[in-house]
């Protein structure tokens, strides 16, 4: 397993802001050739406690002691708005499993706001909420104490997922729900028929009514999260920027290298998202760092600052996009949504 030495963390500031320096310089000819890649720079920008910005092709946002990095496009100003059951024919580009059997590093948060930026720039997402917490489910204001029905119905029952699905206030974006009556397939899968594979067969009748599926899977590596990596063409790997973020990742590519193997071969590493990112501290860069020495060029540019909005946002059943639209948070997701769109 790779453990981030403490060597690592004592690294001049001084250098690492000059590369950071160089990355902004390469930003400007990079944003101009390739409009729409999310950019370390801007996020970095994002994260600072500069002012925050509203995100559009030509304004110049405060970076590291008066360096600026151009914001990326804003997205369309009237995305098409989609109903859930359409005639309209969608190829689902993408089967994304949001996972890390680490728990509270932003998994869910990730989930949501993803799918709701995605959603923003007109792409149809289905939320499928794996984890019995339900915080997916409650993140798009659905109450996940009151539900007729459930991923669960559809997992361990026969209630179609078409069925289970409900549209949400955030444009675009569908959920299949989770309760915690989730908390039970966990046991009852072990005994079931392809136990595995669950999730990918409920999923397939209705996929193609999506541009995006996203799946938030629960901490841990059990047959719920085995089934989120069995329906996914991809994993979005959210990283918390804390000392020991990659512990716990070997073991999670090694259950990935086994569904690989056995389950889903087309399965791959979309990519590695840094969460909870303060610029105000040291460690946050360096684990960046770290984590690009690990994941390379799999992790995205964008970094989610840590932002109290952020965190307030799902006690308002919102995406942050929703509760504090023009915030760096908002603009961090938005951002990652648009590299999300280049690698599908
Ligand atoms: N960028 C952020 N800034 C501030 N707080 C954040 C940020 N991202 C997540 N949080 C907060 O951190 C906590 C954990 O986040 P979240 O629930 O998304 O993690 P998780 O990985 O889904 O957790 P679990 O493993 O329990 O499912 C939550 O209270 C959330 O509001
Ligand atoms: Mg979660």
């Known amino acids: 397993m790779i453990r981030m030495g403490s060597g690592a963390y004592t690294r001049d500031v001084d250098e690492r802001r000059d590369r950071m320096q160089d990355q902004a310089g390469h930003m400007g000819d990079a944003a101009e050739a390739d409009a729409g890649v999310g950019t370390e720079a801007a996020a970095v920008a994002s994260a600072s406690s500069a002012p925050e910005p509203e995100p559009s092709s030509t304004q110049k946002v405060p970076l590291l002691e008066g360096i600026e990095a151009p914001m990326l496009p804003a997205p369309p100003a009237e995305p098409r708005i989609y109903d859930w059951r359409s005639d309209e024919e969608h190829r689902p580009r993408r089967v994304l499993a949001v996972v890390n059997q680490k728990g509270g590093v932003g998994k869910s948060t990730t989930a949501v706001n993803l799918a709701a930026a995605l959603g923003e720039l007109g792409q149809k997402v289905l939320m499928v909420d794996l984890d019995p917490q339900g915080n997916a489910t409650s993140g798009f204001g659905l109450d996940k104490n009151q539900r007729e029905s459930c991923i669960y119905d559809s997992l361990l029952g026969d209630t179609p997922l078409a ?4 549209p949400s206030e955030s444009a675009n974006v569908f959920v299949a729900p989770a309760t915690i009556q989730l908390a039970g397939a966990e046991i009852e899968l072990v005994s079931s028929l392809s136990r595995e594979s669950r999730l990918r067969t409920v999923l397939e009748p209705v996929e193609a009514d999506f541009d995006f599926v996203l799946i938030d899977c629960p901490p841990s590596l059990g047959l719920l999260t085995i089934n989120g990596l069995t329906a996914a063409s991809g994993l979005i ?33 979309f990519g590695a998202v840094m969460t909870m990112f303060d610029s105000r501290t040291k460690l946050s860069q360096q684990v960046v760092d770290e984590v690009r020495d690990f994941f390379g ?43 999300v769109l280049l690698r599908a």
């Open 237 to 269: 790997v959210p990283v918390q920027c804390e000392y020991y973020a990659l512990e716990g990742l070997s073991k999670l590519l090694d259950s990935v290298r086994l569904v690989k193997t056995h389950l889903n071969p087309g399965l791959e590493l």
């Open 163 to 166: 069925q289970v699905i409900e």
């Open 297 to 339: 060029d799999r992790v995205f540019r964008t970094l989610i600052p840590r932002s109290v909005r952020i965190s307030e946002a799902p006690s308002h059943g919102m995406p942050v996009t929703l509760y504090d639209t023009t915030g760096r948070g908002a603009i961090a997701y938005r951002e990652l949504a648009k590299e």
